[in-house]
């Protein structure tokens, strides 16, 4: 099976500008978890998808936003970019959620915001 | 505050040794999870363990859990170079049905010597 891609890895933005990254589950895998990444907060969580719909929510401000779509695959949507938004997000998909079952990651999309 | 805390924060060993890491906690959790990270790439699960459970094994890992002390470790025998890594400790807390929450430590840094 293929792994979890995400897309694109590599973004630069500029302040209060939005962006949208995308993330493709590995096949099967209902569940859609999305993490940010700094070096000062390390890994924190943002959201979970499943069967389309929200199901857990991190501590963010409502600029960061996701959907999923009927095959899985999600999107997570950040607007009115901040400096402090520049990190490597990772997405994670797995059968039925983190309760369940281990995640796997994708490679991460790093976004720097200038 | 992060609810995994991993101990120590670094470690450096000569290939062939043994580490081991530590992961403390504060609340009661479903699972446990530990987590690889090779330089800033995605993360790749190691190990998941349940609350009923004490211990498990995955070849060269040995993961304990002790809920009466709110702690788990992580220990990799015979180390080599290609351990060289970040390892994380995560918490799932149940929230109720199959919503929960999954908190990372910091992650501790191995450095394994040739």
């Known amino acids: 099976k293929a792994g979890v891609t995400q897309t694109p890895r590599y973004l630069i933005k500029t302040r209060g500008q939005q962006v949208t990254l995308s993330c493709s589950p590995i096949?099967?895998?209902?569940?859609v978890s999305w993490y940010q990444q700094t070096p000062g907060q390390g890994l924190q969580f943002l959201f979970e998808?499943?069967?389309?719909?929200?199901?857990n929510k991190g501590n963010f401000p409502g600029r960061f936003s996701g959907r999923q779509f009927s095959n899985s695959r999600s999107e997570m949507n950040v607007s009115t970019l901040e400096l402090g938004d520049s990190a490597l997000y990772l997405c994670?998909?797995?059968?039925?959620?983190?309760?369940?079952?281990?995640?796997?990651f994708g490679p991460g999309t790093r976004l720097t915001v200038l | 505050s992060q609810q995994g805390e991993e101990d120590p924060q670094a470690l450096s060993i000569q290939e062939g040794e043994n580490a081991t890491m530590n992961c403390s906690y504060k609340t009661s959790i479903n699972n446990l999870q530990w987590y690889r990270q090779n330089s800033g790439r995605g993360l790749v699960h190691l190990i998941l363990i349940r609350s009923n459970e004490r211990e498990k094994h995955s070849g060269r890992l040995r993961v304990t859990l002790d809920t009466s002390k709110k702690s788990s470790s992580l220990l990799i025998t015979a180390s080599r170079a290609a351990d060289t890594a970040s390892y994380f400790c995560?918490?799932?807390?149940?929230?109720?049905?199959?919503?929960?929450?999954?908190?990372f430590g910091k992650g501790i840094t191995l450095s394994v010597r040739p």
């Open positions: 995560a918490t799932v807390l149940e929230l109720g049905g199959a919503n929960s929450k999954l908190t």
């Open positions: 994670a998909s797995s059968p039925d959620g983190m309760y369940y079952n281990e995640q796997f």
């Open positions: 096949s099967g895998h209902r569940s």
């Open positions: 998808y499943f069967s389309e719909t929200q199901r």
